[in-house]
């Protein structure tokens, strides 16, 4: 069974950028189809588990969005 993943890195700084919010949607729907947090996995930037897997991944095209200004408001990246 396939599963969808990410890992989220901060090239500013070359760290893994946790506690980014991440969404994730089916493209053709342009509806929120998951959540995640990305501060599960804090030090390498990754989620515990997948964003998508099992009967809830579905065959198409997806869009993962990056909630980063908030994380890099937080690391002082940016004001």
Do not use: Q, W
Request: net charge positive.
């Amino acid at each position: 069974m396939g599963h969808l993943s990410t890992h989220v890195l901060d090239t500013a700084r070359g760290l893994p950028a946790a506690g980014v919010l991440v969404e994730v949607r089916i493209a053709s729907r342009h509806r929120v189809h998951a959540n995640c947090r990305g501060d599960t996995p804090t030090r390498e930037g990754r989620t515990d588990a997948p964003l998508l897997a099992g009967d809830l991944l579905e065959r198409g095209t997806y869009e993962l969005t990056f909630h980063a200004g908030d994380y890099f408001r937080k690391t002082g990246v940016v004001p």
